[in-house]
């Protein structure tokens, strides 16, 4: 509602109470016209700004009329005196009490009224509510063209410019007469703007300038068309059309936006100049906006005690102005900048309280990093940690997430990368993602996991082209392929690398990853080629790449040229950090080369030359390893206790306590090697020499002939190390002691776990081996066979494969399956054409051919093995089994030379000679053979067999062949 100026002039209070005493009379004569007067008199009053004496005539209206039809009007101007007090609550009371009135045909008024108020609250939501209602509920109110606009301008204030815009839209189409159509213009043109939208902004500009003749809209549309001009980076037009409006009454805002052109040209000097220029004017609109930019600009040049005063000016000057949240967080980075924390907490924790907007949100963020500054991490992780909950939907939630992923990445790198992966997933548009990526592929990396990390570093390359982070990705990315052993990738990495960023501060430590990745290849001459250029280059990196190249020659055993390279960082870089590990490569070479006695000199000069270096404790370990391979076992024990009492702190002296045990145990003394193994395994339990000096005590004592003592230590490496590098050892020697015991049960639930947990053991042959061994004595032939098979069908070589297949056609022998028996010991042959095991199982297949009665067939295996260099007792059984066929044919002559042949053949088996020579006797004597039977029965002589029954037994043969021979009797 609209109040018409009533101009009162310079009536007094009392003349207003002499007029009223005049007047009571009348008022008593014609009461409800007078009471009328009385509110037209509290709203001329109201128009002249007397508001006391305006809200005094409108209560009295109030209290003498209660029931008035012009009560809401009454409200509604009391709501108006209060809203004009600032008193917005009690505007807002007497708004609603007018909209509460069951008659009142003006409630468009009050809820025009009510939507301002919420407005000016910046209740921009409950403000719409209202305007909304007189489109919706008064829709021929003269108030709707207005409740349009300012819908649109509320959503304007929210920044939701597509919906500002659709009702501006709705206003200019709808009610093009409307006084409010040209505001509608501009503030379409302000929304159009925003969004980016140049040139339709421009077209609405160029409305304003056309159609309406108002001066001071055209002017605000012209420095916008100037920020329009700014914004598509035309400054000289810009320029042009501001320096016009410094002319006009926009001079003050022209100049404004002039320092702004300049300003963003980084042409601080000129934007001071002209952002000055405002401040010399009397309440300049945009002088709070220039204090602020004159702060900003002195903040990014590092004069931040300017800038202090600017911003503190700022806040004096201007308490309510838009900058104000922005320059209390400017002002609390100075002071943190100054270290002045408690300066700095007052102005972050200030912004804080007045509110949860983005310069809040950034305080936030800027006191959980104070607290870091000040050393209270776990207070600022925890602190950070609650951003999101305090502040739901930021769009700050990406970079809190991200600092707090940054603290956390060091102490708790898994923790780390979740949220990185949470910003991934949930902020897509983060601009930091990048860094993001970046940040993840380097913390998989180092936790090993290169394929995620390939992952990340390819997504910010492919995603985000224009990064600076672009070139350090390829780097990266060659090291993830290197490390999961993709090489010809990682080159192709590292040579696009190479070709575009050659100026990167990478470029040299490409080189160093490209020798490593040829080096990978076995391409060693090609990893020394990529390392002499690093040489040509001007970078801290060559030492390093000089000592990576003698290593790489060293490689090669191209020993001398790795001195030559050793020497060469010796004499160029005597004072690098590297000199020492040069010098001690130089001496490994020696040692690698076999030279040991110039190794342990140039090992033993070290500490002269560095004494400085903490390799010094590993050259004298060498050293003394260099007389231990000499076989000097007392020069290097005397170096390992030098070691012991010179660096007790050092990491080689559990190493160095081990060899003085070896070297005792090398020379028989294992009752003091035993000494040093236990001292070892008793003072350092957790180094890893003393896990093995536990299996250097087991074989101590096995060398001691006490087995029981020894296999305690197996069971306590196995208890201690369970995974360790001796344990599939350890459980293999348990086994075959508890084989020896014939503790079977014992023995094999070892050996099937040594077969579970240790998979890729290199003692998994000896595992099914004797595994199938003990299963075949317990008669477990299935068991047995499942073990024994894999030895000999697996592709792998071992050790027992013979053995196995001969065992496995062995156990079908014994089980009386000839055939299935026969076919295994042909593919033996076949497979083993050259086996020692050939003649047993050549033995055993003759004795299945016996079985069989095909006696051609073992005569041929037979007369083979006797043909072969089969052992003497598989030789005998075979000239046996020769002579038994010949019996069973009936070729007793025959079968009685074979027989006689053994007993020449193989005299040391005197039982078996002695049958044989029975037998041969006997066959001799049934073929009539008399005086050669009358032979061997003498040779039976020697065997202790009855002399009276065999030299009886003469004398009938001789007699039989007609033979007499004198002294037979003796």
């Excluded at 839209?169 to 213009?185: E, M, N, Q, T």
């Excluded at 086996?835 to 009665?853: C, D, T, V």
Aim: net charge positive.
């Amino acid at each position: 509602m609209e109040y018409r100026s009533f101009k009162t002039g310079s009536v007094t209070e009392k003349c207003k109470k002499n007029l009223r005493k005049l007047l009571l009379p009348l008022l008593f004569m014609a009461a409800i016209p007078l009471f009328a007067q009385d509110l037209d008199l509290a709203k001329k009053l109201y128009q002249d700004g007397f508001y006391n004496a305006s809200m005094e005539e409108a209560r009295k209206f109030l209290s003498i009329q209660p029931n008035s039809f012009r009560k809401g009007e009454a409200l509604i101007l009391i709501g108006d005196i209060y809203r004009k007090r600032n008193n917005k609550i009690n505007a807002l009371s007497y708004y609603q009490k007018a909209l509460s009135l069951s008659y009142f045909p003006d409630k468009d008024l009050a809820l025009d009224r009510i939507g301002k108020l919420y407005m000016e609250e910046g209740k921009f939501d409950a403000a719409r509510k209202y305007f909304l209602k007189i489109s919706q509920d008064f829709a021929f109110s003269s108030l709707v063209p207005e409740s349009f606009y300012w819908i649109g301008e509320t959503y304007l204030a929210e920044n939701n410019y597509k919906k500002a815009e659709e009702y501006f839209h709705r206003l200019i189409l709808l009610y093009p007469g409307s006084d409010f159509v040209k505001y509608a213009h501009y503030s379409l043109s302000y929304a159009l703007f925003q969004e980016k939208e140049f040139e339709q902004a421009l077209k609405e500009i160029e409305k304003i300038e056309k159609t309406f003749a108002d001066p001071d809209l055209e002017g605000k549309a012209r420095i916008l068309k100037a920020r329009i001009y700014i914004e598509k980076k035309d400054f000289p037009s810009a320029l042009s059309l501001l320096e016009e409006l410094s002319k006009t009454s926009f001079a003050e805002e022209a100049n404004f936006w002039i320092g702004e052109v300049y300003r963003k040209n980084e042409d601080f000097t000129r934007a001071r100049e002209y952002f000055h220029k405002v401040l010399q004017y009397k309440n300049p609109s945009t002088g709070d906006s220039a204090l602020f930019y004159l702060g900003w600009m002195d903040y990014e040049e590092g004069k931040q005690d300017s800038a202090l005063k600017f911003f503190s000016r700022l806040l004096d000057t201007y308490p309510a102005s838009t900058y104000r949240q922005s320059t209390l967080f400017y002002l609390g980075k100075i002071f943190k900048h100054k270290k002045n924390y408690p300066k700095a907490r007052k102005y972050f924790s200030l912004l804080l309280s007045e509110g949860k907007g983005t310069w809040a949100q950034r305080a936030y963020i800027s006191l959980a990093r104070l607290m870091k500054e000040e050393g209270k991490s776990k207070e600022a992780i925890e602190f950070l940690g609650k951003f999101s909950e305090k502040f739901p939907g930021s769009s700050l939630t990406p970079e809190a997430l991200y600092q707090l992923s940054l603290w956390l990445s060091k102490d708790a790198p898994n923790k780390s990368i979740a949220i990185y992966e949470k910003i991934k997933a949930r902020f897509p548009d983060f601009s930091g993602m990048p860094t993001v990526l970046y940040n993840l592929g380097v913390l998989h990396f180092n936790q090993g996991n290169y394929f995620e990390s390939a992952r990340n570093f390819e997504s910010l390359r492919k995603d985000f082209p224009q990064s600076n982070l672009v070139s350090d990705s390829l780097y990266w990315l060659a090291r993830c392929y290197l490390e999961m052993g993709y090489f010809s990738r990682a080159l192709g990495f590292l040579e696009e690398f190479e070709k575009r960023f050659p100026n990167s501060s990478l470029y040299a430590e490409s080189f160093l990853i490209k020798a490593l990745v040829y080096e990978k290849m076995g391409d060693l001459d090609n990893a020394i080629n990529t390392l002499k250029e690093i040489n040509k280059l001007t970078t801290k990196l060559v030492p390093q790449a000089l000592i990576k190249m003698g290593d790489l020659y060293a490689k090669k055993g191209a020993f001398s040229e790795a001195r030559k390279t050793y020497q060469k960082i010796l004499q160029t870089f005597p004072k690098n950090p590297l000199a020492p590990q040069a010098y001690y490569n130089l001496a490994y070479t020696f040692y690698r080369e076999g030279k040991l006695l110039q190794a342990a000199s140039l090992f033993n000069s070290l500490g002269d030359k560095y004494p400085q270096s903490s390799l010094i404790p590993d050259a004298y370990y060498l050293s003394g390893w260099s007389y231990f391979r000499k076989g000097d076992y007392e020069k290097a024990r005397e170096k390992f206790q030098d070691i012991i009492v010179k660096f007790p702190a050092s990491s080689v002296v559990p190493r160095s306590i081990l060899g003085v045990g070896d070297c005792y145990y090398n020379q028989g003394e294992f009752v003091k090697a035993k000494e040093w193994y236990q001292k070892l395994a008793d003072k350092y339990p957790e180094a890893k020499e003393s896990s093995i000096a536990l299996i250097s005590l087991y074989n101590t004592y096995v060398q001691m002939e006490d087995m029981d003592a020894a296999v305690g230590f197996l069971k306590k490496y196995i208890d201690k190390e369970p995974e360790g590098k001796f344990a599939d050892y350890a459980l293999l020697q348990l086994a075959l002691y508890y084989m020896r015991k014939e503790d079977y049960p014992e023995a094999t639930a070892l050996l099937e776990k040594l077969k579970k947990e240790f998979p890729k053991s290199h003692l998994l042959p000896d595992s099914y081996y004797w595994l199938g061994r003990m299963y075949r004595d317990m008669k477990e032939f299935q068991k047995a066979e499942e073990n024994f098979r894999p030895l000999y069908e697996s592709g792998e070589d071992n050790p027992w494969k013979e053995e196995a297949m001969l065992e496995v056609a062995n156990m079908y022998y014994q089980k009386g399956d000839q055939e299935q028996a026969l076919s295994l010991y042909s593919n033996f042959e076949k497979s083993f054409p050259d086996s020692p095991f050939l003649p047993r199982a050549w033995l055993k297949q003759g004795k299945i051919y016996l079985n069989l009665k095909q006696g051609d067939k073992a005569l041929t295996v037979f007369r083979r093995i006797m043909a072969s260099q089969a052992p003497q007792k598989i030789k005998i059984e075979a000239e046996y089994s020769i002579a038994q066929i010949l019996e069973q044919r009936g070729e007793k002559e025959k079968a009685a030379f074979e027989y006689l042949k053994l007993t020449y053949l193989f005299p040391a088996f005197g039982e078996k000679v002695k049958e044989s020579l029975k037998k041969s006797a006997r066959l001799l004597e049934e073929a009539g053979k008399y005086s050669e039977a009358v032979q061997v029965y003498k040779k039976l002589l020697s065997y202790g067999e009855d002399k009276e029954k065999i030299l009886q037994k003469i004398e009938e043969l001789k007699k039989k062949s007609g033979e007499v021979e004198e002294g037979t009797k003796e």
